[in-house]
């Protein structure tokens, strides 16, 4: 986990993430306007955008280039839930 958020910190935005280790992905449903990363075992490191509300594009997804901070959330399997 240490790795993917070492990662984020050095990252000067979100899109840059779309071609790093961990498989970043945009989630939807109940945890739209979050991401999630890969780790190991099935757990993924959970993030969102730190602006309330997050920067969209005009198809209503997460603009991923204007998102320049974020909160780690948890980490977890939400397949499970």
Known sequence: MQIRLDD??????????????????????DRAGQFSARLHGGLRLIVKPEK???PRKPDGGLDWTA?????????????DH
């Open 8 to 29: 984020l910190d050095a990252a000067a935005n979100m899109a840059i993430m779309r071609t790093a280790p961990g498989q970043w992905e945009e989630l939807s449903r």
């Open 67 to 79: 998102i320049d901070a974020i909160i780690a959330l948890e980490v977890t399997d939400y397949h």
């Open 52 to 54: 309330d509300p997050p």
